[in-house]
Structures are given as structure tokens and as C-alpha cells.
């Protein structure tokens, strides 16, 4: 209780008695996470980073043109289910003219040594061989341009994916609109999939784009509206009720205790607080033993950089950015996809999916070890 008080303390919630121990369930279960610290491990300089290999593109190991008929596709969400791990790419296209163009397309990875590169054993594909689009969208510009999928994530033997779906690219650079967010399920290992047409977040609200995270039967989620100019808001649900919006509740603060406050159905979706302040961009989160705490990856439009903070529990303290990588570095860069499986040394070293526009559209496999640190 002592190390969810302090926390409490370090994010500015006032924390005047004990009755913090009849908080939730589910958000005491984060202090039982292996290796969990007290607070913030300080700023986090010295991280060093590099480039391992393509995962996607004709010039990568697994040669995704002749194989999948994908020439180029970005981001690369990924879930473990059943000791495979399941990719999603966003528009995806068979040539630089951007001909064949499919929304989504998902690939499988059995690969269990991320030092060298990740291994693309098959694809969802259509009768010719080609990586087919899975969730479908009707490319009408003002209505649905395409459904892009933020976040994949398995409960069980079932796959979900958060997707959102696009309305319109502004010229601004990191900024589009969206209908809305909403949520799909696939039964059969990711080869076919079916849109909840009653799980969907508004097009202007926070949860656009979204990360997860798992403790216990509770399923985290952070999010960001859609464009990469936004904060990040909290949300969470009990896995067995993922089908059922009302069934979620969105942080809105801490109470005098210290405890965390959730409202649940869809009117907490416009009273959820915004626990990271503006520009995050494509987000992604795991828990990191080697910290002690959850680590969040995105990109920062502003600073033109992949970033990562560092967080006590979902709802925070979250600590500075720290970089990862520069556009001078890497042109264009976004996306920063961590996976759970994909760690080393206790968490000291993990990897990262991440996307570049320029020169070529598609996905780098990054790897980042994290400096020395004493608690």
C-alpha cells in the first residue's frame, strides 16, 4: 500500500489516509507486477539505440513484395497469441505509385530471437498469394479514406484490434479526422474479422488511436485523438466485457485519497483526463521489469522525434521524454511498436517497430538498451 500511496504523492494526488486500501482491485494489482519500483527511476539519459533490419520491403529479409505483393506498409502493432506473434501494417501498397492499395494487412511472426530481425513466416492472403485488406474500408474521401489499425491485442484465443477510421487527411503534416474509433474480432487467428458496430469511440474524442496493457482480467488502454497533435486519456475494462462500451470506465482524476477515480460508460468517454500533454503521436505501451515501471513509446510531431516516458502506474506519474530517434536520423520517422515477447536482460534491452514515410514506406526493427540504473 505504502508504494501506491507514494506514487499517488509523486503525481500531485493529495494522500491524507489509509483508505487508499480499498481501491480498486484492479489498480492495486499493479503494485504486484515483478520487479515493480516506487517512483520514477529519474531521467533516463544514455539510452542507446539502433537499427537492426527491415521487417517489410522487397530489400528486407523476408521480402514482403514477392511474397505478399506488399511493396510498402507502416506501423506494425503486434500481439502474442498462442506463441505466434501477429503484426498489422496500415496502407499498404504493391508499388511507389501506391496501385494496390489495401487499408490493412496483417502478418504472422514466429520468431523468438528479436536480435536479429523479426521473421514473417505467412500472411493473411487472398487466392492469388497477395496480403489482403481485413478490415475493409469504402476509400471515400469525407466519409471512410481507410480503417488503420492502432492496436492488436489477445484475450484468450480471440484477437481484437482498435482501428480508426480516417475521414479526411488535412495538408497540415500529422493531422487527419476520423469518424470514429471502433473495435473488430477475429476468431480464426486473424484471418477473417468482424467489425462491433456497437463498440465505437467518437471521431473527436480521445480514444482514436490506442495502447494496452493487461493486469489481471482488467485490460488498460491509453489514448490519443486521431493526429499526432493530441494528449493521452486512460481507459480500462474487464476482458470479459470488451463487447460492451458501457462496460468501460475512463480515469478522471484522483480523490483526495489518492485514489484513482473512473467513470464508467460512454458518458466518462468526454470526462476522461488527460494524464500526457499534447504532441503524442502512434502509442505504444508495455510494463518493464527492469524499471520497475510501464514505459510508453510515440512520436513527438514537434520534436520530430520517436520518444519514451517512463510511468509509475497507467494513470501515472509519467516522467520526461527520453528519445529514441531522430528524423535527422531516420527521415520521416513514426510508430514506435513494442511487443511484451521482445525483451532482453529483464527488460535492460527492448525493441521497437517503427515506421518511416520517406525514402521508403516501411517498417525498421529497432533496438534500445536502456542505461544503468540503482534503486
Not at 494496390?100 to 500472411?123: C, H, K, Q
Not at 484471418?191 to 456497437?198: D, F, M, V, Y
Not at 509519467?318 to 511498436?337: C, P, T, V
Request: net charge negative; proline share 3%; hydrophobic share 40%.
Amino acid at each position: 500500500m505504502m508504494k501506491r500511496l507514494l506514487a499517488c504523492l509523486t503525481a500531485g494526488c493529495l494522500t491524507l489516509s489509509f483508505t487508499a486500501a480499498l481501491a480498486d482491485e484492479a489498480d492495486q494489482a499493479v503494485w504486484s507486477l515483478p520487479g515493480k519500483a516506487d517512483a520514477l527511476n529519474g531521467a533516463l539519459h544514455g539510452i542507446s539505440v539502433e537499427s537492426v533490419a527491415w521487417i517489410t520491403g522487397e530489400d528486407s529479409p523476408n521480402q514482403t513484395l514477392s511474397r505478399f505483393n506488399v511493396w510498402g506498409t507502416d506501423l506494425g502493432a503486434m500481439a502474442e497469441m498462442n506463441g505466434k506473434v501477429y503484426m498489422f501494417g496500415g496502407d499498404t501498397f504493391s508499388d511507389a505509385d501506391s496501385n494496390d492499395w489495401r487499408s490493412n494487412v496483417l502478418f504472422m511472426i514466429e520468431d523468438d530471437d528479436p536480435s536479429d530481425g523479426l521473421t514473417i513466416t505467412d500472411a493473411v492472403v487472398d487466392g492469388r498469394g497477395r496480403a489482403k485488406e481485413l478490415i475493409r474500408s469504402r476509400k471515400r474521401d469525407g466519409d471512410q479514406v481507410t480503417c488503420i489499425p492502432t492496436n492488436i491485442f489477445a484475450v484468450d484465443d480471440t484477437l481484437y484490434c482498435i482501428y480508426m477510421s480516417v475521414s479526411h487527411w488535412n495538408e497540415k503534416g500529422g493531422s487527419w479526422e476520423c469518424g470514429y474509433a471502433g473495435l473488430t474480432r477475429s476468431t480464426d487467428e486473424g484471418k477473417t474479422w468482424e467489425k462491433l458496430t456497437k463498440v465505437v469511440w467518437p471521431g473527436d474524442s480521445n480514444f482514436i488511436q490506442t495502447a494496452n496493457y493487461r493486469l489481471g482480467d482488467t485490460m488498460y488502454f491509453w489514448g490519443i485523438p486521431a493526429g499526432r497533435f493530441g494528449g493521452v486519456a486512460l481507459m480500462k475494462c474487464d476482458v470479459r466485457q470488451l463487447e460492451d462500451l458501457e462496460a468501460y470506465s475512463y480515469f478522471t482524476g484522483c480523490d483526495d485519497s489518492g485514489d484513482p477515480q473512473w467513470v464508467k460508460g460512454s458518458e466518462g468517454i468526454r470526462q476522461a483526463k488527460v494524464i500526457i500533454r499534447e504532441p503524442v503521436g502512434e502509442i505504444s505501451v508495455i510494463y518493464n521489469e527492469y524499471l520497475g515501471n510501464f514505459i510508453m513509446t510515440y512520436l513527438n510531431e514537434d520534436r520530430a522525434a520517436v520518444v519514451m516516458r517512463e510511468g509509475v502506474t497507467p494513470w501515472g506519474p509519467w516522467g520526461d521524454e527520453a528519445i529514441l530517434a531522430r528524423g535527422a536520423d531516420y527521415a520521416s520517422l513514426y510508430g514506435g511498436f513494442m511487443c511484451d515477447k521482445y525483451v532482453e536482460d529483464g527488460g535492460k534491452t527492448f525493441y521497437f517497430a517503427m515506421s518511416q514515410f520517406f525514402p521508403l514506406y516501411n517498417i525498421r526493427w529497432m533496438k534500445a538498451e536502456l542505461p544503468d540504473i540503482q534503486r
